[in-house]
């Protein structure tokens, strides 16, 4: 009987460590399950979130890209609009990077302050010089058209020479100062004060040729002059102060660079630079020197 009742006892045991482990792994079961369900919906939350953002982001794309292409569309317009008053491509940029005094009309009319220089200077050779012991300079980026224009002359059978090209402003006080020890109020006729002077903008020279009488005197009537006016706008010059101006006397040795097509379309037209509107000639700064 004792036997009997322990293995009841034992048979109980057994049957409450079944439970309880049965339990247990119930229990575990259900926490892993739990576990699992709440990390499946923070990661649902979490590609939601994700999914909403890559959304708002394509869409502030789409924004940009169509301000990108409105600006675009903005800035074509404005190049199209001056394009078409000066026929080239990325005006803009040329005109920001272009020295906007280069076509301002002096003598007498616009002012330039002592702190002007050119943006580049260009030793004149020798050769090309009246006075070799003399230095003349001229603007950078005029050198190449004016060497052109000497070398063609040259070949023509004509000897053109430089007797006078930039001046600084201090330079200019200096001679206008002796012009007037001499000649008197005379001297306005024919010499600018300081700031109104061409040559202050280094695209200026003044010329003489080896038949002349003179340096100056008589060079309207030598070949030197007729060649000039024959074909120094082809090279980008114009003579500045043509007989009965407004400005100074007839001065046939003063010429100043204003670029090709400026000065092809004054020699096309029978016109002078200070002929012609300002507004008008602006349009040409651009294309200056190409």
Excluded at 173 to 201: C, R, W
């Amino acid at each position: 009987m004792k036997t009997s009742h322990q293995n009841c006892i034992i048979l109980g045991l057994l049957l409450v460590v079944s439970a309880a482990s049965g339990w247990g792994l119930y229990y575990k079961s259900y926490v892993l399950n739990k576990n699992l369900i709440t990390d499946l919906i923070e990661e649902k939350v979490i590609v939601s979130d994700l999914t909403n953002k890559i959304a708002n982001i394509e869409g502030e794309k789409n924004i940009l890209n169509e301000g990108l292409e409105a600006e675009r569309k903005r800035v074509g317009d404005l190049a199209e609009q001056v394009s078409d008053a000066v026929g080239t491509v990325g005006i803009l940029d040329k005109l920001a990077k272009t020295d906007p005094q280069l076509l301002q009309k002096y003598s007498k009319v616009y002012f330039l302050n002592e702190h002007y220089i050119p943006s580049s200077l260009k030793t004149i050779d020798d050769e090309y010089v009246n006075d070799p012991s003399k230095e003349e300079q001229i603007h950078g980026s005029v050198w190449p058209h004016l060497e052109d224009m000497l070398e063609e002359a040259k070949e023509d059978g004509v000897e053109l020479k430089v007797l006078s090209s930039y001046r600084s402003f201090g330079r200019q006080s200096e001679l206008k100062a002796s012009y007037k020890v001499i000649y008197g109020s005379g001297a306005n006729t024919f010499s600018a004060d300081q700031g109104y002077s061409e040559h202050q903008l280094g695209t200026t020279l003044d010329f003489t040729s080896v038949d002349a009488l003179t340096t100056f005197n008589g060079f309207e009537k030598s070949k030197g002059y007729a060649w000039l006016l024959e074909n120094a706008h082809k090279y980008g010059f114009v003579l500045s102060y043509p007989p009965n101006n407004q400005f100074y006397q007839f001065e046939p040795w003063h010429w100043r660079f204003v670029g090709e097509d400026l000065a092809r379309d004054l020699h096309k037209d029978n016109m002078y630079f200070y002929d012609m509107d300002q507004r008008k000639i602006n349009e040409y700064l651009v294309k200056i020197f190409d």
